[in-house]
């Protein structure tokens, strides 16, 4: 078992910026790959960025590139997700999710219970 804990969320203003975090505890954090999804009021949670286990490799929705950046840091068993230049279509719950393989990332095995991201105009 692979437990999630996100946070860092809350209410932000158009063009701001947050980092959100998901520490991770249970089985050795090292050996998975990571993600963030999101779920907007209304819609379908849907990804949002994914990181491999030794951080060679990482990769995102097209809605986010170039404004969000995933990271991790093995030795804190946490993973990072910086937000900048938020947008009210950011707005939803913040999700970190895990599997052994990042090819199976969008098929996570684990998940948190999510974060509150609120963007305001």
């Known amino acids: 078992q692979v437990q999630l804990v996100e946070s860092g969320g809350g209410l932000v203003q158009t063009g701001d910026s947050v980092r959100l975090s998901c520490a991770a505890s249970g089985r050795t954090f090292s050996g998975y790959a990571m993600g963030w999804f999101r779920q907007a009021p209304g819609k379908e949670r849907e990804f949002v960025a994914a990181?491999?286990?030794?951080?060679?490799?990482?990769y995102y929705a097209d809605s986010v590139k170039g404004r969000f950046t995933i990271s991790r840091d093995n030795a804190k068993n946490t993973m990072y997700l910086q937000m900048n230049s938020l947008r009210p279509e950011d707005t939803a719950v913040y999700y970190c999710?895990?599997?052994?393989?990042?090819?199976?990332?969008?098929?996570?095995?684990?998940w948190g219970q999510g974060t509150q991201v609120t963007v305001s105009s």
């Open positions: 990181i491999s286990a030794n951080s060679g490799y990482t």
């Open positions: 999710a895990a599997h052994r393989f990042i090819s199976s990332i969008q098929s996570p095995a684990y």
